[in-house]
């Protein structure tokens, strides 16, 4: 069976293959070392959602650059369970908000 990640059309699992650094932040995301470590900063090194705090480790980090994928807009770092959370429901704003009606309906 062929290796998932180098399926056509599937970009690799960033956690197996970090970016690699300043330079594929520019390229992918357009923002540069300088915008990056601002963010990191704002933030207070965690995730803008539930605030856990980012770890780093040579090339790898727990910090996921979160952005809109119709316009590309860089909109804040968030951690990866977050940042997936955020995608699993296509970011609808109404698919969120019955998600915290529901839980605090039934705890």
Same mark, same amino acid.
């Given at each position: 069976?062929?290796?998932?990640?180098?399926?056509?059309?599937?970009?690799?699992? *960033? $956690?197996? =293959?970090?970016?690699?650094?300043?330079?594929? *932040?520019?390229? /992918?995301?357009?923002?540069?070392?300088?915008?990056?470590?601002?963010?990191? $900063?704002?933030?207070?090194?965690?995730?803008?959602?539930?605030?856990?705090? =980012?770890?780093? @480790?040579? @090339?790898?980090?727990?910090?996921?650059?979160?952005?809109?994928?119709?316009?590309?807009? /860089?909109?804040?770092?968030?951690?990866?369970?977050?940042? *997936?959370? =955020?995608?699993? /429901?296509?970011?609808? /704003?109404?698919?969120?908000?019955?998600?915290?009606?529901?839980?605090?309906?039934?705890?």
């Amino acid at each position: 069976m062929p290796d998932p990640r180098a399926l056509p059309g599937r970009r690799p699992d *960033r $956690t197996l =293959f970090p970016l690699a650094g300043d330079s594929v *932040r520019k390229c /992918v995301y357009g923002i540069g070392p300088e915008a990056y470590d601002a963010m990191l $900063t704002s933030q207070g090194n965690c995730c803008a959602i539930c605030r856990q705090e =980012f770890r780093h @480790t040579g @090339t790898r980090t727990t910090a996921n650059i979160d952005h809109n994928h119709d316009t590309g807009k /860089v909109r804040a770092l968030l951690c990866e369970n977050c940042n *997936r959370a =955020f995608g699993l /429901v296509g970011e609808n /704003v109404e698919t969120l908000a019955a998600m915290i009606a529901y839980k605090l309906e039934h705890g």
